[in-house]
């Protein structure tokens, strides 16, 4: 324990959250357990929030959260000793010393943060189907375009992509004339309807609900660089951890949007990192607000992926921290894998809060001291009930504390102060500019145009995009990709390992590929083939 940490309260292994009878600590090693912080809005939720973000930091422990109302902020400025700060940290028993944590700032809008971006085949067809809240019958329609694009090596990068593709899967109107020419998009067609009655009425209306999405600033979230995970899991060169900022008060405007993308996050967190075990301290921290959005009108598919991530993501050596206003806004089989809990006060006006009221209370592990139904009605604001995994993994009986203050500041930055940060930030440039590669929309244009290089190629060959790029520089290695007469036999067993080697790159020969092309072409070897447990991709 440092002499820094000394004056903070925090241990090696544990942080000081408050203090009331007795202390309130997190320990770092049961951290990945999961955590919940409820309560009423002003009572304190996000300092409770922030208070845990800095000690997690300083133990070096990279940390994720959304920040709705910009109050975050602060948290990459120093703390001001003002007279009610210094003064509950010296009943404390603590020495306040203003600090401030390494901050990276980040903005699916791209306007307060660095941009945030992922490519619609990472996205999956489930996540997108409830970004999109499709149906049943849409959301199978929208699995037949994305098979029929892993089939054609069609990438799907941005919406143009995923909106070419819609387009090109709409079965042709009426019958056609025995002698009509046949359409460049027939293979994909047929394709198609192989899966299933694919209509042009239900297409029409994912598209319309595309163009919702659009409306909503979605255009800017799909597309390239995508967002690389590891950049949220890094240090200083103090060796505290970073902390990620995901600018949401304009996103939160789209909550489908803003929910589904930290989904997506989880998701391609859970699919990347390898096992770990029980760690000392988790690799990163998660921190989710407003988390009902999560949850609400989604399908019961969708609930049974979510509570297997949360539940098996501790494993990766990751700790989700839900932030809401209620505990009955978390499903119970999710509310169930929440061993770290920190309750603020709520007002039993309704019934429906005094519903909230009664299920906060039974969540806990009873202290024969306080009647904790009461107690949660009448906290003050700052003023929490505390319990925390032991050392066992056995929640401590519930505890009355007052939050301990903050070290960073609390309360917004200004527009200069978050200038500075992001002109001084380690993903500077990184992200800044997209990228539009050829993807599917330009892959299908071609095939329109008549200039596609596999026109030739037999259905279910590959169309195009990155499978098409290896089978054609293969075959232009063994000549099997030109046309010409009868084929020697040493072209024909050229041009079956060709066809073998486009189709059979999955898992793990798609990331060694990806590590020996490098690069971008690696990058959409991985993202093309394999989705994971909320239709993500396995990239490993």
Do not use: C
Request: charged share 25%; net charge neutral; aromatic share 6%.
């Amino acid at each position: 324990m440092t002499a820094q940490d000394s004056k903070l309260g925090d241990t090696g292994d544990k942080i000081f959250v408050g203090k009331g009878d007795e202390q309130a600590w997190l320990t770092l090693a049961l951290a990945n357990r999961h955590g919940l912080v409820t309560g009423a809005t002003g009572t304190g939720k996000t300092v409770s929030l922030q208070v845990m973000a800095e000690g997690f930091a300083r133990a070096g422990v990279p940390v994720f959260a959304s920040d709705i109302k910009g109050d975050l902020s602060g948290i990459s400025e120093v703390g001001e000793a003002k007279d009610f700060i210094v003064k509950r940290a010296t009943e404390m028993g603590l020495t306040f010393q203003a600090d401030q944590f390494s901050t990276v700032f980040w903005d699916v809008f791209g306007e307060q943060g660095h941009p945030v971006r992922a490519t619609v085949t990472e996205m999956g067809p489930l996540l997108l189907a409830r970004m999109l809240d499709l149906n049943d019958v849409q959301e199978g329609v929208l699995n037949v375009a994305f098979r029929v694009a892993d089939d054609n090596g069609l990438t799907l990068i941005d919406m143009k992509d995923l909106r070419a593709l819609l387009d090109a899967i709409v079965p042709d109107a009426g019958k056609k004339a025995a002698d009509a020419e046949e359409s460049p998009l027939a293979a994909i067609k047929k394709a198609a309807q192989g899966f299933g009655n694919v209509t042009k009425a239900t297409v029409g209306t994912i598209q319309r609900q595309l163009l919702v999405l659009e409306n909503q600033g979605g255009t800017k979230f799909f597309g390239e660089p995508a967002l690389s995970l590891k950049d949220f899991m890094k240090t200083d060169r103090d060796g505290r951890g970073m902390v990620n900022i995901l600018v949401a008060d304009k996103l939160l405007q789209s909550p489908r949007l803003y929910a589904t993308f930290l989904l997506w996050m989880l998701s391609e967190l859970f699919e990347e990192l390898p096992e770990a075990g029980d760690l000392p301290k988790p690799k990163l921290v998660f921190f989710f607000d407003e988390a009902h959005l999560l949850f609400n009108d989604a399908p019961k598919a969708l609930l049974d992926k979510i509570e297997q991530v949360v539940r098996l993501i501790r494993s990766k050596g990751v700790g989700v921290y839900f932030v809401t206003q209620n505990p009955i806004d978390v499903p119970d089989r999710v509310l169930g894998q929440l061993g770290n809990r920190v309750q603020h006060a709520l007002r039993a006006f309704t019934p429906r809060d005094q519903k909230a009221v009664a299920a906060a209370a039974q969540t806990f592990r009873p202290n024969p001291k306080l009647d904790t139904a009461k107690v949660i009605t009448e906290l003050g604001k700052g003023e929490a009930l505390v319990s925390f995994l032991e050392g066992n993994g056995t929640p401590t009986m519930v505890e009355r504390v007052m939050i301990r203050p903050p070290s960073a500041r609390i309360g917004p930055i200004t527009p200069e102060e978050r200038k500075a940060i992001m002109d001084a930030s380690p993903v500077k440039g990184k992200y800044d500019t997209a990228v539009d590669e050829e993807s599917a929309y330009e892959m299908i244009q071609k095939r329109i145009a008549g200039t596609a290089a596999t026109a030739d190629a037999p259905a279910g060959a590959s169309g195009g995009g990155i499978l098409g790029q290896i089978g054609s520089i293969v075959g232009t290695i063994f000549g099997t990709n030109v046309k010409r007469g009868r084929l020697s036999a040493g072209q024909v067993i050229a041009r079956d390992v060709t066809r073998s080697v486009t189709n059979q790159v999955i898992g793990g020969m798609a990331a060694n590929l990806g590590k020996s092309v490098g690069g971008q072409l690696g990058g959409s070897i991985g993202r093309t083939l394999v989705r994971g447990a909320l239709g993500g991709l396995l990239r490993r």
